[in-house]
């Protein structure tokens, strides 16, 4: 866009007198049910552009930014334009809070860096999908429920005969979920907490299943079935690697897999859940809208960062060699960035990444691998983008993706198969986001565009081209 075809708006922020306004959703709901958390100000930004005049009522949340409802402009004959969604608000939720400048994540409230050490993924699930820990017997009974759901219909095995043993495993991640849409679909009733609830149990049951089926196949191994005496991290290493009954997962690596899916299992707004909430809005099948999030995921600047991490590290190959590579990442005429590294929202060190690296030590010192040299020049690199002026500058940091690989790597997951971990891990929080959404009335979501193509032109008959 040329400056001279910019004109500003100018904006304050004021208490000017607004009726104060609760939980959005709750608000449409005409009375809420507990008070919600989220109490909105009396604040308002008055708008002047264009000669015009317009106040936006201004929202506080329980923790961090107020945001300005800008629903008014349209009227006013104005779109507002954040392309990559850098300053906008997409929605109101109570799940997950992420303090970026502070490297803060909190679930329902509680910090990841506790629930990594006092709980499990599917406590963390049932936090996600409840908003409340659960106590013994609530904790048992929803074990239960995810365990009674883990197989999959025998159909599901004939389906992997037609897909390619070398094919992505994000590839057939997509289409099995995708699949389950079809399979669950004729007495789904979105309206029902009771469907959204067994919808939840059912993804988060049957994704390491799916996970594991997709390795088997891509191994030419027998499909190894759920076992319900296992806790969820172990079942998925024994589905996944089992050679028989006497097969033995390390409680390390299985308290390690548990961790991973945790730390994995919701982070706000980010792409892959907008994109479910996005699907989900239109009123589409739960199963359809989480295949949707398995695609948007799988992209390198996203969950496929694990993946490329390891890649990264390959190609440089040795310590020796990771100047001229955090050198071509400052290069703006090279496309190469630092994998793990950076993050739209975190300008500090990712809490996840600092308990990630934790984990990689246990586990590589469990297996007797503590020299790790990937592991080494991980740390390496790591040291070297921590003191360089332009990561500083940019507050570039380590990011979820940049340790995970390594662990991954270690259990014996093949580099292909980290997203499809990432994947299993959010599936509690993509569901989560869209039964939050789908719970109260919402609406669809449809963004509008800066237009800057042709103008009007008549059609020209092509013997006048
Ligand atoms: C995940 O959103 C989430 O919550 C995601 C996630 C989740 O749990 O769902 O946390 C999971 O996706 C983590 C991120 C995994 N991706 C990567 O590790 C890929 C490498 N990182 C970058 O591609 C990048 O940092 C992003 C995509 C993560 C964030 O991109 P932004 O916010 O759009 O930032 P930007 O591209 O505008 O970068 C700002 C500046 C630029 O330089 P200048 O133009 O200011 O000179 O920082 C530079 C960028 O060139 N930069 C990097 C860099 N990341 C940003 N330079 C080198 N290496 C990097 N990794």
């Known amino acids: 866009m040329k400056e001279d075809e910019k004109s500003y708006a100018r904006l304050y922020v004021d208490k000017i007198k607004a009726p104060p306004i609760r939980s ?28 015009v005049e317009v106040d936006l009522p201004v929202y506080s949340p329980t923790e961090g930014q107020d945001v300005i409802d800008v629903g008014k402009l349209t009227a006013e004959g104005y779109f507002t334009y954040d392309p990559g969604f850098v300053s906008t608000a997409s929605c109101e939720s109570a799940i997950t809070y992420i303090d970026g400048d502070n490297g803060v994540l909190l679930h329902r409230g509680y910090p990841i860096e506790q629930l990594a050490e006092q709980s499990d993924h599917l406590e963390l699930c049932y936090l996600l999908l409840n908003d409340a820990l659960p106590n013994a017997q609530e904790k048992e009974a929803f074990v239960s429920a995810i365990k009674a759901e883990a197989a999959v219909d025998k159909r599901y095995q004939h389906a992997y005969v037609s897909i390619a043993r070398d094919a992505h495993p994000m590839g057939t991640m997509c289409s099995m979920t995708a699949s389950l849409s079809a399979h669950y679909h004729a007495d789904l009733d979105v309206d029902s907490e009771e469907d959204r609830m067994l919808t939840s149990h059912r993804l988060i049951a049957k994704m390491p299943t799916l996970a594991a089926m997709t390795y088997r196949h891509s191994q030419e191994l027998p499909f190894v079935a759920p076992r319900p005496d296992l806790p969820y991290g172990e079942n998925f290493l024994n589905m996944m690697f089992s050679t028989g009954d006497d097969y033995e997962v390390s409680p390390v690596l299985a308290r390690a897999m548990d961790r991973i899916f945790l730390l994995h299992a919701d982070h706000e707004q980010n792409a892959s859940t907008s994109t479910v909430r996005l699907a989900g809005s239109t009123g589409a099948n739960p199963y359809a809208s989480i295949a949707a999030g398995i695609a948007a995921l799988w992209g390198p600047a996203h969950g496929g960062a694990n993946e490329a991490v390891l890649n990264m590290l390959a190609e440089i190959g040795e310590p020796g060699n990771i100047d001229q590579y955090v050198n071509r990442a400052k290069d703006k005429d090279d496309s190469f960035r630092i994998m793990g590294f950076g993050h739209r929202v975190y300008k500090n060190y990712d809490p996840r990444a600092k308990v990630m690296q934790e984990t990689c030590h246990e586990v590589l010192n469990e297996l007797g691998v503590d020299n790790d040299p990937t592991l080494q020049m991980a740390q390496r690199l790591e040291t070297i983008a921590l003191e360089d002026e332009f990561f500083v500058e940019r507050r570039l940091y380590p990011n979820v993706d940049f340790y995970s690989g390594i662990i991954l790597k270690a259990i014996g997951i093949p580099t292909e198969m980290f997203t499809v971990i990432f994947a299993t891990g959010r599936t509690p929080g993509w569901i989560a986001h869209w039964k939050e ?17 042709s103008g009007f032109r ?5 013997h006048e081209r």
């Open 24 to 51: 959005i959703a709750r608000f449409l709901q005409q009375g809420s049910k507990k008070g919600t958390a989220a109490s909105m100000a009396d604040k308002a930004a008055r708008l002047s552009v264009g000669g």
């Open 437 to 453: 959404m789908v719970s109260v009335p919402y609406k669809i979501g449809r963004p509008r565009q800066l237009y800057t193509g």
């Open 458 to 462: 008549d059609f020209v008959p092509i």
